[in-house]
């Protein structure tokens, strides 16, 4: 069983109150990071490897050390609290039951990058989590933790909670800084990079939620021993959150490097397929990532067990492998059909493109249009080609990474789902009433009792 | 989009709303007060049940920002209603993941039960409902919320859909 460092303590009831959280030793990370220097506890991040966790998987540390500093201007830490990202529901799972343990990360991080107003961006659609972190960080500051010369060492922090208005894209780091400048959610060209010209021009850092979350037990136990948990360069532990056809959906907490099989059919995680039906494919991080067919997933095509981290998922590209993205789980069983759900993806893509680029907000809606065709029974041979056209003509022509994000999912499905599209189109009439089904993409499956 | 008759409606914003409001921009720093945009336009709604045109225009006067300013955002973001809607908005997830555990069956009985298209109000002026993007609960999917507390109801089922309408219906406020 792996340790658990973000949510040990998320069955004790009322630890989304701060009594009850800080006599679980909370809140111990600020008082041990007020006595460090912001560049020790920036050393800290850095030695623990960890790597963003809204995504991209950047290195904290290393973007922490990138944020200028000019004399005399105002520096932000934001916390991106979007969690937009389909499949994808940690951030919200966190915020709701332990929302004390964003409110300390946010005050350690803001401490060392020297910020003394620090905002989080929470999706609006997420009131019910805003009221709780608005107590939270109510009770936090009654108790000398936030506002005027916290724990009387003449630090000076307010934290505000900022709700987005419902749009995907507010997501991306500099859309999201639009955002809450009070404007639309149009993604900035980059460079100047927001570490340079973010929150209103002045040096900023995004953050995902579980980022700054792990900092506390970073601080707590040191950046080594934090990056002794994993594998390689995926260090600590990661919350995945596993929705689909599995038995038991939820917000995990792995050890990066934990074996796919284990996830998904240990009864400590996922527990199987739900209703005894076979494993057709997964996406792995999130609707952005590449789906993959269950052979694919298990197995890595040098026939090596697929493991829970960065590189494992990523291993053989875009050939055979795919991404960890934010840990949006998503399990495909027999009967579930891959055209309607590229289809389903590239709508949302289509919806919540903000429509600067043309490549995005065209290709989009055409890929969109070709799908919902395949999709209902009229689609044509030279589809499969179109889509696979258009998606290569979105990517890399675009400001932000959301058009890469649209095209990569419908990419990968006809790359290894083709004989399921071309199924559709000389099967249209029986496309509508039923589904392709499993074919061969299944094998071989584990035997769930050589898992015990 | 905003359509040109609602222009004509013209509301009265009450002083706990301007309260709020004035506490709004007191979070961001001098002559940075158009960040409390989106806040603001959230207190709004919860009081009007939607965005109004001549409610936007005051919130610009109030904002010291130009009325196209209001309008670019409220137009841009999705939770923002436009027209008037029903007292309760049914925002269903339609996403995939949803997809894959019956999103599609519990939009087409809210349809059914409620006997209005995606958009459209009873005429008892109590409900509308509409499909709406992944709202971050996929593990306990078919899921919905309504505004303006943006409740969630999770693991939605026909009957667990048909008990949620009733319930509403019979609720007096
Ligand atoms: C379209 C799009 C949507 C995104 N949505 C999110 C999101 O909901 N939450 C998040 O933390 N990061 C999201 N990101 C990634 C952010 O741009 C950014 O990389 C991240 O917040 C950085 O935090 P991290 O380094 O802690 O991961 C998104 C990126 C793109 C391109
Ligand atoms: S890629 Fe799409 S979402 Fe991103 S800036 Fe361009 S149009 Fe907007
Ligand atoms: S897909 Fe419905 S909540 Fe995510």
């Known amino acids: ?452 | 989009m905003l359509r040109v008759e609602d222009a004509q409606v013209s509301v009265e914003f009450s002083p706990e709303l301007l309260n709020k409001m004035a506490d709004a921009v007191t979070r961001y720093p001098e002559g940075k007060q158009k960040s409390a945009l989106l806040p603001i336009l959230h207190y709004v709604q919860a009081e009007f049940g939607w965005v109004s045109p001549n409610a936007m225009d005051q919130v610009a006067a109030f904002l010291k920002i130009q009325p196209i300013e209001v309008y670019e955002v409220a137009t841009f973001y999705t939770m923002y209603l436009l027209k008037p809607s029903g007292k309760y908005v049914l925002e269903v997830c339609r996403t995939g993941p949803c997809g894959v555990v019956g999103a599609d069956k519990i939009m087409d009985h809210i349809e059914k039960t409620l006997g209005v298209a995606e958009g459209e109000v009873t005429t008892d002026g109590l409900f509308s409902w509409r499909g709406v993007e992944c709202l971050a609960a996929c593990g306990f999917g078919p899921v919905l919320q309504i505004g303006p507390e943006y409740t969630f109801y999770e693991n939605l089922t026909e009957s667990s859909v048909e008990k949620l309408i009733g319930d509403l219906r019979k609720k007096k406020d």
């Open chain 1, 1 to 452: 069983m792996g340790r658990k460092l973000l949510l040990e303590h998320i069955n004790v009831p009322g630890i989304n109150t701060f009594d009850v959280y800080r006599s679980k030793g909370g809140y111990a990370s600020v008082e041990k990071a007020l006595k460090m220097t912001p560049e020790e506890i920036v050393e800290e991040v850095k030695k623990s490897g960890l790597r963003g966790r809204g995504g991209a998987g950047f290195p904290t540390g290393m973007k922490w050390s990138f944020l200028a500093k000019p004399e005399g201007v105002a520096r932000y830490l934001v916390c991106n609290a979007d969690e937009s990202e389909p499949g994808t529901f940690k951030d919200r799972y966190l915020m709701t039951y332990i929302p004390h343990l964003l409110i300390e990360g946010m005050i350690v991080a803001s401490f060392a990058l020297g910020a003394k107003t620090s905002y989080i961006y929470v999706r609006g659609e997420m009131m019910p989590q805003i009221r709780i972190l608005e107590r939270a960080i109510a009770e936090a500051k009654a108790k000398g933790f936030l506002g005027k010369n916290i724990l009387g060492t003449g630090y000076d922090l307010e934290l505000y909670v900022q709700p987005g208005g419902g749009a995907y894209i507010c997501g991306e780091e500099t859309a999201l800084l639009e955002s809450l400048e009070g404007k639309r959610g149009n993604p900035r060209i980059k460079p100047p990079f927001p570490a340079i010209a973010g929150l209103y021009g002045c040096p900023t850092v995004v953050n995902n939620v579980e980022s700054i979350a792990a900092v506390v037990p970073i601080i707590n136990e040191g950046g080594e021993e934090y990056a002794k948990i994993g594998i390689g360069r995926s260090t600590g532990t990661k919350l995945i959150s596993a929705g689909g056809n599995v038995k038991k959906p939820g917000v995990y907490e792995i050890d990066l490097g934990l074996p796919v099989e284990e996830f998904l059919y240990s009864d400590e995680y996922c527990g199987g397929i739900a209703n005894g039906k076979r494993l057709k494919a997964v996406v792995a991080g999130g609707s952005s990532v590449p789906i993959l067919p269950a052979n694919l997933f298990m197995k890595t095509i040098n026939n090596e067990p697929r493991l829970m981290s960065y590189e494992s998922l990523s291993d053989g590209g875009f050939v055979s492998g795919t991404m960890m993205g934010s840990g949006g789980f998503i399990a495909y069983d027999e009967d579930q059909c891959i055209v309607r759900n590229t289809w389903n993806f590239t709508r949302f893509y289509h919806h919540e493109s903000c429509g600067q680029c043309s490549p995005c907000r065209e290709g989009t809606g055409w890929m969109e249009k070709v799908l919902h065709r395949l999709e209902h029974g009229h689609g044509r041979m030279s589809d499969m080609d179109l889509l696979v056209d258009v998606s290569k003509k979105i990517e890399g022509n675009t400001i932000c990474p959301l058009g890469d994000a649209a095209a990569w999912p419908v990419a990968s499905a006809i790359r290894h789902f083709r004989d399921e599209f071309e199924w559709h189109v000389t099967h249209g009439a029986e496309a509508t009433v039923r589904n392709f089904g499993l074919a061969h993409y299944a094998d071989p499956l584990p035997k769930p009792e050589v898992l015990a």
